[in-house]
């Protein structure tokens, strides 16, 4: 184990996570003509 102060792991799956998921939002709403659906939302974001 390294005793150095700055030797940290600088990934954040949780983060990681977020971001591919507002990504995946942010594509999706700018191939739309409109509005996303709700249902499209909630598929998006992995919600059942």
Excluded: H, K, W
């Excluded at 990681?16 to 709403?29: H, K, N, P, R």
């Amino acid at each position: 184990m390294s005793t150095d102060p700055f030797d940290v792991e600088l990934e954040d799956p949780e983060l990681l996570d977020e971001v591919g998921l507002t990504a995946s939002l942010m594509v999706a709403a700018n191939q739309s003509d409109g509005p996303l659906p709700l249902a499209e939302i909630d598929r998006l974001l992995g919600l059942g």
